[in-house]
């Protein structure tokens, strides 16, 4: 069985995945390297459409044991029964959002990721595909790499069980719905 490492753009899925690959010694299968090296993609203005249902038929033979698979489209593709540990990270959105500006996101596709991290819409998947027994959050805002390190570790080892987050209430408290939800 795998490991899963999924969240939003910008949460640094990809970096602490390679980390966490050489301190544990074990394979990456990076999702987004497949929909590029096999082309099941169609590029649209600022995103990749992937078709999910041939992706879904060459991820079958990719899972290898004692692997750690990344990437956002872990949930739609990845077999439940192939899933031992689902984290997904986590980002304050108004950190996230400073990430969204330095990669010149649009402003539509910085709504459109911050809204999905504020209402945990990658979470809410990943606990609807793998359940709840096996997906943890992970809260990587300002925490170190060496912290986020050990504590998904840690979530691996059943020592821990993750993070409580709730940044609906975050932006509503500081009354910015306005700010990240277009009417």
Do not use: C
Not at 75 to 88: N, S
Not at 90 to 115: F, M, T, V
């Amino acid at each position: 069985m795998a490991n899963v490492i999924t969240g939003n753009p910008g949460v640094g899925k990809h970096s602490i995945t390679k980390k966490i690959a050489k301190k544990l010694e074990i394979e990456i299968i990076d999702i987004n390297k497949i929909v590029i090296e096999t082309g099941l993609f169609e590029k649209k203005a600022e995103s990749l459409d992937v078709n999910i249902n041939e992706l879904k038929k060459i991820m079958a033979k990719r899972i290898p044991r004692n692997s750690i698979i990344v990437g956002h489209l872990a949930p739609h593709i990845i077999p439940k029964k192939q899933v031992e540990t689902a984290i997904v990270l986590r980002k304050n959105p108004y950190e996230l959002a400073l990430i969204y500006k330095k990669r010149k996101y649009s402003n539509q596709k910085q709504l459109d990721n911050l809204g999905s991290e504020i209402l945990g819409i990658v979470s809410y998947d990943t606990i609807r595909k793998f359940g709840r027994d096996k997906t943890f959050e992970i809260n990587v805002s300002s925490r170190s790499t060496s912290s986020t390190i050990k504590k998904i570790i840690s979530v691996f080892n059943r020592k821990s069980r993750g993070d409580i987050i709730d940044w609906l209430s975050l932006v509503g408290e500081r009354n910015d719905l306005n700010k990240f939800f277009s009417h």
